[in-house]
């Protein structure tokens, strides 16, 4: 079973102030997704990064993925009230029938 | 559209009994799935779907049972609930399988006393 470990699990910080969460494993992912869950709701994808060392910017949002495909990292700038949520990692593999593996997420609360 | 929709929201039952979990999509994707949710866990597969007619199973799929009879529809039924079934539970439908976008339904909270 692959595993995804994300950290730190619980992240408050103030508004304004930058931050990044980790999603890391030992194993390789042909792509990697991040979603974000609001209380009451479902995951909803902000982002699939697909090539080793790809960067991606969703406004304030910078999403990586490391050079070996095992880690990705999500960047906020600037973290606003908007923001607070569930951070969830998802590593995608192309075989097999557990194509998915999700992490435990990360639970971002910025306060104003 | 409306996306995913599940009910209900909010389910209590005591140990034993049965019930049904509904999941209905409008994007005609052919590949939907059922996830559970717990505190430190994260989302797990339970019964996965590629079209109708077909399902299989995912990662914790004991204790559940699935039919897809048509490709809007994919309910999830619980035959005797057990505590360890409490949970949050979504579903799930997406175009191109787990790999591509999955939307997810708001949830259906359960408790099993």
């Known amino acids: 079973t692959q595993l995804l470990e994300q950290s730190p699990q619980f992240l408050s910080i103030q508004e304004g102030e930058n931050l990044t969460v980790y999603c890391n494993s030992s194993?390789?992912?042909?792509?990697l997704q991040w979603y974000r869950q609001e209380p009451g709701e479902g995951p909803v994808l902000l982002v699939t990064?697909?090539?080793?060392?790809e960067v991606k910017k969703l406004k304030r949002l910078t999403f990586q993925f490391g050079d070996a495909r095992k880690d990705s990292s999500l960047h906020i700038t600037a973290a606003q009230p908007g923001d607070t949520g569930l951070y969830l990692c998802?590593?995608?593999?192309?075989?097999?029938?557990?194509?998915?593996?999700f992490g435990i997420g990360t639970k971002l609360q910025v306060i104003p | 559209n409306a996306g995913v929709t599940q009910t209900p929201k909010f389910q209590v039952l005591k140990t034993g009994q049965s019930m049904t979990l509904q999941c209905a999509q409008d994007m005609n994707h052919e590949y939907m799935s059922w996830y559970r949710q717990d505190p430190g866990m994260g989302l797990r597969l339970i019964h996965y779907s590629v079209g109708a007619g077909i399902t299989d199973q995912g990662e914790v799929p004991n204790g559940y049972n699935v039919s897809r009879s048509t490709t809007e529809d994919f309910p999830l039924r619980l035959l005797s609930a057990a505590p360890s079934q409490t949970s949050v539970y979504f579903c799930?439908?997406?175009?191109?399988?787990?790999?591509?976008?999955?939307?997810f339904g708001p949830g259906t909270r359960l408790t099993v006393l």
């Open positions: 998802a590593g995608i593999n192309s075989g097999g029938y557990q194509k998915v593996t």
């Open positions: 990064v697909v090539t080793g060392g």
């Open positions: 194993s390789v992912f042909s792509s």
């Open positions: 799930a439908s997406s175009y191109y399988g787990q790999e591509g976008e999955q939307f």
